[in-house]
């Protein structure tokens, strides 16, 4: 699993004025915006299930901390969560909180992390006119700085927009939108997938991509639509 938790799978900031626009593949490998390869990938079945419970899953984590980079402040947090059967918010703010101290530290400044709906942060689009770091150095910040939140953060997510515990992306987006009344049952993943990766503009979907909790479906999958200037 790629400890980049916001590259979990296509990441589109459109609409970027002198800001990075990119299509990233689940790989993190850097690629043209809705290149098609992304579809070739193979995807989990419908029954596929990333865990047979939440706190199962927190406990996955916990398991093998080497592996998912888990510091010692998530782990606290996982073991609280087990017990109670949730993250609590105040307990991903404080696991956040750690990560985004750590970007300071590595120069990345100037930068307004926003909450989404689902009470997850994603990352911001970068102006590249008001920011005095590179893509690069974003890159090595973030890369040095996920061992504070990797693990909280995809946990986080999953209990907050994947209550079925779904593994394919496509399908934890969808079923996001239903819950949230912005698609009907007839909306499949494949029409959202088609959708995303020839994204052309306003009418691309069958709901506004910019509407908040929409923007949240997706960026919870790694989908991200960023507005800036």
């Known amino acids: 699993m790629h400890r980049n938790y916001w590259l979990i799978g296509l ?18 490998t850097p690629s043209a915006t809705g290149d098609d390869s992304f579809a070739s990938l193979p995807a989990p ?11 199962a899953l927190f406990q996955q984590y916990l398991s093998d901390p080497g592996k998912f980079g888990v510091s010692d402040l998530e782990k ?19 696991v956040f909180s750690a990560y ?8 990345i400044t100037g930068v307004t992390w ?15 006119n008001v920011v005095s770091f590179s893509d690069d150095q974003w890159a090595a910040a973030d890369t040095a700085c996920q061992a504070n939140l990797f693990a909280v953060q995809q946990c986080y997510i999953t209990q907050q927009d994947n209550p079925d515990l ?6 934890v987006v969808v079923a996001c939108l239903r819950r949230n009344g912005f698609v009907d049952a007839s909306y499949t993943p494949d029409e959202f997938q088609y959708q995303l990766l020839h994204y052309s503009g ?8 910019f509407d908040p909790v929409a923007s949240a479906c997706m960026a919870s999958q790694g989908f991200v639509f960023g507005n800036g200037s």
């Open 100 to 107: 985004e101290d750590c970007m300071t530290q590595h120069g």
């Open 166 to 171: 779904l593994a394919d992306q496509f399908q």
């Open 76 to 94: 606290q947090v996982l073991q609280r969560s087990i017990t109670s059967g949730k993250i609590s918010a105040g307990d991903y703010e404080q």
């Open 45 to 55: 079945t419908s029954t596929t299930k990333l865990a047979s419970s939440l706190t």
């Open 11 to 28: 990441v589109l900031l459109l609409g970027i004025t002198g800001c990075s626009t990119a299509a990233i593949s689940p790989q993190g």
């Open 202 to 209: 306003q009418g691309s979907f069958p709901f506004d991509p």
């Open 114 to 128: 926003v909450k989404a709906p689902d009470g997850a942060y994603y990352p911001p689009a970068i102006n590249h």
